[in-house]
């Protein structure tokens, strides 16, 4: 999702980006995809433990020394079996940090510069799947959660300032994540469409996006079924 | 295991598919679900890309650059890029693809599996020409790095391998200089084949790009030839690309006789008052049916058969002429029906399907065996004349058609991997 918010960033102009991720070699070919893209672009990588918070602020610290940020896009995540969680506290402990913690660590990391410079547009990925809790996915759900109330209060935080923070609400997206996924269910979303609409959310600097929008229906729908209903529901 | 559909829409067997998102993840993958077949974006028609029961290796998460020289056209890509993708990279720096077949939503690995052609096969011949190197996974963990003088073999047998040497993981192509994105074409109706041979004839030296729409319910054989070459106009804007999809598959298939004549008598006589100069963008020139998303499902729930043939030149005429008596004597009819001369060039691969001669390409509705009947007598005359059938289009063909159209089978199964297996691989050589 990430890569192709990337792909349309640099897309006929001339960006300064850097990568962050977890696996040097996969972050690379992302970067040299990116430069094939758009040679005149600055594309720079850094590697960073996501769940370390030493870690985490020193890779934050060391991209706001190049200059002021204008987009933090906030995206990675893991989606774990929610059998596993049950089953395993590490699998539960890590799907927590991974979805949730650790975004807003990153945030929190680039907040306090945002705030500083009183400018900049942050985007944090959220998911329907944040809502309501449901027993076929509630610890990634729960995770996701925590990043919508967080996402609320730096809103609040940041109100009538420079800074925006975009919270985006993913319905299902064909991404690595779900590919194990793809075939049940509904249609699921294109990473690539998912991807133009987060750009487009950021551009605006909107609060709250669910994207596609036709989750914003289905979920207020979902939040608001009473409990009787809700509990006879296999979802 | 979910229901896999080839372009053709013929069937929907239960596969397991698997997502190669990551190149150095493929080995891996491979060695935890064998006997599969890699499948890239499923334009092709028939079995080349199913295995149905088994495993399906989709490609079209390597979708990465990996590097593009602009001031000598060398692209290096991985296997899942769109061709769309690498045209709309290029084209303003002022490369494009030297050779691409009708539709731009194929990726680089399938182009080369099936060793895709375009309305230029005389000028440049086919997308295997462009090819400068392979990187190819055998399913034991070898890698092969292969092109036309390394490893010159493995290339051959690569470049219209079907997908069944290994899988091909990224490759380097060779980019052709182009003005901007606009062609200078013609249109020039024809009353039969006659006219149209002498067009082609007269054509080839001139027009880069020639092809022909030929209605093949006429009986003389009346069509409408198309004929482009690059052009530098560059002050016009770049048309909108509007996208329309088909929204349902229609309970039966909207091409049928009656549908049929009139289509083709309204596109014919639309097409023959615009006839003349035009410059057109290259995505309407060369992917008409591109802006038209899963136009498959017109021919309804039981889907369609593409027939594409080749016969030799010197009896083109005649077999081509047979082939629409046969058509036109069985009731069945084709839209999509193009007729095109090929140029006399060596193919590059040991199962490349152009060689030299006349290729026809039609479209049926699958109604079973009334359908299999026709193109039984269609085979007849491709057999007689020394043709070959298109393996990237093919659902049905008989195995000894196959083994008589291809001679350098024998040479090419040395090169099979063990470990890869698709419909059309066991239907066709028997594993």
Known sequence: MAEHCARLWVHGQSVDLTLVGRDASRVERVAADLRVRSPQSEIRIVQSDFLDTKAIRSTVDAIVTQGDVDV??????????????????????????????????FAEAFAKHMGKANSGTLALIGSVAGDRGRKSNYVYGAAKGMVTRYAQGLQHRFAG?????????????????????????????????????????????????????????????????????????NI | MRPVSSWGRL??????????????????????????????NGRSYGDVCLNPEGVLWHT???????????SNGRLVCEAGVLLRDIQRLVIPYGWILPVTPGTQLVTVGGAIANDVHGKNHHVLGSFGD??????????????????????????AATVGGLGLTGIIVNAEIQLRRVAGPWLDTETVPYANLDEFFTLADDSEAAWQHTVSWIDCISAGGRGLFMRGNPTDVDDRPEPKGRKRTMPVV????????????????????????????????????????????????????????QYQSVVPREVGQEATQAMLAEIARSGEGSFLAVLKTFGDRKPVGMLSFPQPGVTLALDFPNKGDQTKKLFERLDAIVRDTGGRIYLAK???MPRELFEAGYPH???????????????????????
């Open chain 1, 161 to 233: 300032t420079g800074v925006k923070v975009v919270l985006i609400k993913p319905g299902p997206t064909e991404t690595p994540m779900t590919a194990h996924l793809k075939g049940q269910g509904p249609k699921m979303a294109s990473a690539e469409e998912v991807a133009q609409k987060i750009v487009d959310a950021v551009d605006r600097g909107q609060l709250v996006v669910y994207v596609p929008g036709k989750w914003a229906l289905i979920m207020m729908i979902i939040r608001h079924l009473p409990s009787f209903v809700f509990f006879r529901m």
């Open chain 2, 60 to 70: 079209i998460g390597l979708d990465h650059f990996i590097a593009f020289d602009q």
């Open chain 1, 72 to 105: 933090v896009l906030i995206v990675h995540g893991s989606l774990p079996a929610q059998s596993e969680c049950q089953d395993n506290l590490e699998v539960c402990s890590d799907a927590l940090e991974v979805n949730g913690v650790s975004p807003v660590l």
């Open chain 2, 409 to 431: 089978l024998n040479e090419f199964i040395k090169y099979r991997d063990p470990g890869i297996s698709s419909g059309l691989s066991r239907r066709l050589m028997g594993s």
């Open chain 2, 394 to 396: 093919d659902a049905r």
């Open chain 2, 11 to 40: 069937s929907a067997s239960a596969h397991d598919v698997v997502s190669f998102n990551d190149p150095g993840q493929i080995a891996r993958l491979v060695a935890s679900h064998p006997g599969g077949i890699a499948h890239g």
């Open chain 2, 130 to 155: 462009h090819v400068q190197r392979i990187r190819l996974l055998r399913t034991d963990g070898q890698s092969i790095e292969c092109g036309p003088q390394e490893q010159a073999d493995w290339f």
């Open chain 2, 250 to 305: 229609p309970p039966v298939s909207l091409v049928n006789p009656l549908s049929l004549r009139a289509f083709n008598m309204a596109y014919f006589n639309l097409k023959k008052w615009q006839a003349g100069r035009a410059v057109s963008h290259y995505e309407s020139f060369f992917y008409p049916l591109d802006n038209l998303l899963e136009w498959n499902r017109m021919y309804g729930p039981k889907g369609f058969f």
